[in-house]
C-alpha cells in the first residue's frame, strides 16, 4: 500500500512560536494532500485541501493566515501552525492521494503549546 | 447537503462476529471508505468499495448498496486489538476531499 510520512511526530513548543509539519508521500506522487486536525475524543476535522503547485483550499472557519500550507511538490506538503497557542494543541493528521481516490493517512503530528 | 451516519458505540465480545452500519447521503459519489483508527493513531485504510456487493479481504469484509446508501464494515473472529474506531467515509468525485462520518468506536471485550 501506499506510505505518506510526516515529521515531527510529536513537538512541544512555546506559545507564540511557529511549527513546522512536513507530509511527504514516499511511494506515490500525491496531486493532493489534505491536512486534518483532531482533538482527544472527537471526529477529523478537514482543515484544507492542497494541490501541487496552487494555493490551498481552506475550510470555513479555519485561517489561512495562521495555518499555512505550502504544497511545493508531488510528494511534499508543509504545514505551518504560526504563533501557536495553547488552543493549537491537537493531533495534526495529513493524507494524501494520487491517481485513484483512496486517501492515506500520514502518521500524524501531536502538537503541544505550552 | 453531506450527512454520514453511523453508530457512535458498539461493544463485542472476541471470537464473535460484528457489523457496523453506515448510511449516507451525499450530494456526489464515487465511492465508500472504511477507515480503523485506534486511539492516539491517525486512520488506516481499510476498504474501498465502488459497485455494490461484498467485498471480503481476511476477516473483514465491506457491502456497499448505492440505490439505498448503505454499507457496512463486517468483523469476524474478533480480537482485542480489533478495538478501536472504525470511520466511514465517502467519496464524492476527483481529488475533492472525503467526508467523513464521526466513527463507531468498538469496544471487543473477553
Known amino acids: 500500500g501506499a506510505v505518506v510520512s510526516q515529521h515531527p511526530s510529536r513537538v512541544i513548543c512555546k506559545s507564540g512560536t511557529s511549527v513546522k509539519i512536513e507530509c511527504r508521500s514516499l511511494d506515490f506522487q500525491a496531486t493532493t494532500m489534505f491536512w486534518y486536525r483532531q482533538f482527544p475524543k472527537k471526529s477529523l476535522m478537514l482543515m484544507a485541501t492542497?494541490?501541487?503547485?496552487?494555493?490551498?483550499?481552506?475550510e470555513q472557519g479555519v485561517e489561512k493566515d495562521k495555518f499555512l500550507i505550502n504544497h511545493a511538490s508531488l510528494t511534499l506538503s508543509t504545514l505551518t501552525v504560526t504563533s501557536a497557542h495553547p488552543e493549537d494543541s491537537s493531533f495534526y493528521i495529513c493524507?494524501?492521494?494520487?491517481?485513484?481516490?483512496?486517501?492515506?493517512f500520514g502518521p500524524g503530528t501531536r502538537l503541544t503549546v505550552l | 447537503g453531506q450527512n454520514i451516519d453511523q453508530p457512535t458505540e458498539m461493544t463485542a465480545t472476541e471470537g464473535a462476529i460484528v457489523q457496523i452500519n453506515c448510511t449516507y447521503q451525499?450530494?456526489?459519489?464515487?465511492?465508500l471508505f472504511w477507515y480503523q483508527q485506534h486511539a492516539g493513531e491517525a486512520p488506516t485504510f481499510l476498504s474501498y468499495?465502488?459497485?455494490?456487493g461484498l467485498e471480503e479481504k481476511g476477516r473483514f469484509s465491506s457491502f456497499l448498496s448505492r440505490s439505498k446508501g448503505y454499507s457496512y464494515l463486517l468483523l469476524k473472529e474478533l480480537q482485542m486489538k480489533d478495538s478501536a474506531s472504525y470511520l466511514c467515509a465517502v467519496s464524492g468525485s476527483g481529488n475533492t476531499p472525503l467526508v467523513f462520518g464521526k466513527g463507531t468506536r468498538l469496544s471487543v471485550i473477553a
Open positions: 451525499t450530494s456526489g459519489f464515487n465511492g
Open positions: 493524507s494524501a492521494s494520487g491517481e485513484t481516490d483512496t486517501q492515506y
Open positions: 492542497s494541490n501541487e503547485g496552487s494555493k490551498a483550499t481552506y
Open positions: 468499495n465502488v459497485l455494490d
